[in-house]
Antibody
């Protein structure tokens, strides 16, 4: 069965960096676009970034452009999010999700990893 | 940028029908997807491409989309349907497509 397991969250000071990972299993990872979506405490869902199956096409939300970098390693069935220059407003649960088709829906989600940005 | 508007809350008695709306400019021209999120859990897809259901989702969940409003309808509501519901579309109006979520609707089963 499809599994997505995020890791790498934690407490970081403003201006700091963190790298999130998402380990995928149960499907051919290299066939699918992937995405990161976050949810601040008590708030709604916010899309963060998206990467094509080959990694050649990448999009970011305006709120993270220039600070976050999405990448993937198809040989390791893994998705990553490098987060730099973190701000308090980046505090959220970060989910990785599989994109069913390039401009479609998120059919599988991980359980999320919490990132807290605080001094 | 494209905006999706949902009512913050909807309340319904068990056995009744809940309708959760998602408003957007000419949303009828886009494919709308719906997610259910229970407290402490990841979102789950319940309707995709306006009105299709993933396997395992009860037939009580249905969707429609026309004009400026998409609607998620939950028939014969059960206590277990109490959750937050989010609509989602892709905004391809610029050269950098973006995913847009609605603000979410809390469904309360009375």
């Amino acid at each position: 069965q499809v599994q997505l397991v995020e890791s790498g969250g934690g407490l970081v000071k403003p201006g700091g960096s963190l790298r999130l990972s998402c380990a995928a299993s149960g499907f051919t990872f290299s066939d699918y676009y992937m995405s990161w979506i976050r949810q601040a405490p008590g708030k709604g869902l916010e899309w963060v970034s998206y990467i094509s199956s080959s990694g050649s096409t990448i999009y970011y939300a305006d709120s993270v452009k220039g600070r976050f970098t999405i990448s993937r390693d198809n040989a390791k069935n893994s998705l990553y999010l490098q987060m730099n220059s973190l701000r308090a407003e980046d505090t959220a649960v970060y989910y990785c999700a599989r994109v069913f088709d390039p401009a479609g829906y998120f059919d599988y989600w991980g359980q999320g990893t919490l990132v807290t940005v605080s001094s | 940028s494209y905006v999706l508007t949902q009512p913050p809350s909807v309340s319904v008695a068990p056995g009744q029908t809940a309708r959760i709306t998602c408003g957007g400019n000419n949303i009828g021209s886009k494919s709308v997807h719906w997610y259910q999120q229970k407290p402490g859990q990841a979102p789950v897809l319940v309707v995709y491409d306006d009105s299709d259901r993933p396997s395992g989702i009860p037939e009580r969940f249905s969707g429609s989309n026309s004009g400026n409003t998409a609607t998620l309808t939950i028939s014969r509501v059960e206590a277990g349907d109490e959750a937050d519901y989010y609509c989602q579309v892709w905004d391809s109006s610029s050269d950098h497509p973006k995913v847009v979520f609605g603000g979410g609707t809390k469904l309360t089963v009375l």
